[in-house]
């Protein structure tokens, strides 16, 4: 539901705003209200759920996010769905960040390694179904109902959580207190962070607005590091001193960046160069979906054969192969590549997330777990927001290229922006098209650079012991056979 929540409103936007009177880009920010909120308090929820019970938080946040979405299925407006998608992201975040600590707490060995497989292939299914809900929803019953959906299944999850969750909490430490200034700084640190990497692509980057945030946000994260430094605040810095912990977390943040930040513009692409329905497009996107779910079911095993740094290395080699598959059917290879392309995207994204979970929960210290599973959660909202705008920027640039001067700024530069091809001069076009198509191909081209970088950065997983001894033990059979 939390992921599902963050795709499945793109294809009712244009619903949304007709039936709401309001204008299509102050309805997008029902999307950004969402996200922004959702990455903001993944972090101060972590480290709060480790101080008062990652149950009673994860139950809260469960609460108030099916409040909310009652709230945006009856909003009479569109402030009202605006701020209720705020509140449904505030939830979402609480629901969000205590997780893994919950899985590592009710879960040992092999049945955790199994327990965290299943919950990520269904959190990165369900952020790749969004498509396909959304559009099922606004087909038949209306788009009130992808938010209405979410209320008698929140109702089942927190009766389900006080019956059968145990609860899970750090040991108690007097020592350590409710840092309030660490949280301010935290929030408003991911906050200003997150703002521009959302709105940026809409306003461009040299709006006001953009550039104070950024700079803000990058005052505010030095601030909040250095008010950490007593060690006994919001975040424990050794955690980042973990070579296998930090390198979850960033290879966390490159794989959302690869999958989720370039999603959005293989649908677009899906919708523009074959003018399917937002339903149809659903549907497309069934290899990747499906692969990820039924790969999802065999990465308990895998684990158990091969270590998470082989595996997340495969997994991002395999993502790279289908953004390459992605960039050849953009240039005009068949349905086939296209298929094999998005089988390989959705494998990868299973193989990849498992692994990384499990490192990042087994890495910290088990009074540390809700911190260090918000740390790391906080990480993938941030990894797809700036995909999103990085991708953004590498569309719009590689558009400008390809069209030259035949199409200038205005309405029909923004037709073809979104492939709307059929409101262009029908003369200019195969002009559109084909400038389209090179920068959806430069797209996946930079987005299998990432994977690249993905398959080099996993040999930060292997832990620093184990590398330190087998170091040591290569060295005394080199001398072994020396002597010999």
């Known amino acids: 539901m939390m992921t599902l929540d963050v795709t499945v409103v793109n294809v009712a936007l244009s619903d ?81 960040a205590p997780t893994l600590a919950l899985i590592a707490a009710a879960y040992e060995g092999v049945r955790r390694q199994a327990a965290i497989a299943a919950f990520a292939a269904i959190a990165s299914a369900a952020g790749a179904l969004g498509p396909i809900v959304g559009g099922l929803f606004v087909q038949v019953l209306g788009w009130r109902w992808i938010f209405l959906v979410n209320v008698p299944i929140g109702i089942l999850v927190v009766a389900g959580a006080l019956s059968r969750m145990p609860e899970s909490m750090a040991a108690r430490d007097t020592r350590r207190r409710m840092d309030l200034l660490g949280a301010a700084l935290g929030v408003g640190a ?19 607005e953009v550039l104070v945030s950024a700079v803000a946000g990058v005052v505010l994260a030095v601030a909040l590091v250095a008010s950490q430094s007593r060690g006994d605040g919001l975040i424990d810095m050794t955690l980042l001193r973990i070579r296998a912990f930090s390198g979850a977390a960033v290879l966390g943040f490159l794989a959302r960046l690869s999958s989720l930040g370039v999603l959005a513009f293989v649908t677009l692409w899906l919708q523009s160069t074959h003018a399917y329905s937002p339903l149809e497009v659903g549907l497309q996107l069934l290899p990747l979906t499906g692969s990820l779910l039924i790969a999802g079911l065999f990465v308990a095993r895998l684990q158990k054969v ?179």
Do not use: K
Not at 190 to 208: K, N
């Open 16 to 96: 949304i705003a007709r039936d709401l009177e309001a204008g299509l880009g102050r309805v997008q920010w029902t999307v950004s209200a969402y996200s922004l909120a959702f990455g903001a308090l993944l972090l101060t929820a972590g480290a709060l759920s480790d101080r008062i019970g990652r149950r009673a938080v994860f139950t809260a946040g469960m609460a108030l996010f099916t409040l909310a979405s009652a709230a945006c299925g009856l909003a009479p407006d569109a402030g009202t769905l605006i701020a209720a998608r705020a509140a449904q992201g505030l939830g979402g975040a609480m629901v969000f």
């Open 190 to 208: 991911l906050l200003a962070l997150h703002y521009p990497l959302v709105t940026g692509p809409e306003v461009g980057w040299a709006a006001p």
């Open 306 to 484: 091969f270590p998470p740094d082989v595996l997340v290395a495969g997994g991002f080699a395999a993502q790279g192969l289908g953004l390459l598959g992605l960039a050849a059917a953009g240039s005009g290879s068949g349905q086939a590549v296209t298929v094999v392309a998005l089988v390989l995207l959705g494998v990868g994204g299973a193989v990849i997330f498992p692994p990384l979970m499990g490192v990042a929960v087994g890495a910290a210290p088990a009074d540390r777990a809700g911190m260090a599973s918000g740390l790391t959660n906080a990480c993938y909202p941030l990894g797809t927001a700036t995909g999103v705008a990085a991708f953004g920027a590498v569309f719009s640039a590689r558009l400008s290229d390809g069209l030259g001067s035949g199409v200038a700024a205005g309405p029909a530069r923004e037709a073809v922006e979104t492939g709307r091809f059929e409101l262009l001069d029908p003369a200019l076009q195969p002009l559109a098209r084909t400038a389209f198509s090179g920068a959806f191909t430069a797209v996946c081209l930079a987005s299998a650079l990432v994977c690249l970088l993905g398959v080099l950065a996993a040999r930060t997983l292997r832990p620093e012991a184990e590398a330190i001894g087998g170091t040591a033990e290569r060295r005394a059979r080199s001398r072994v056979a020396q002597t010999s």
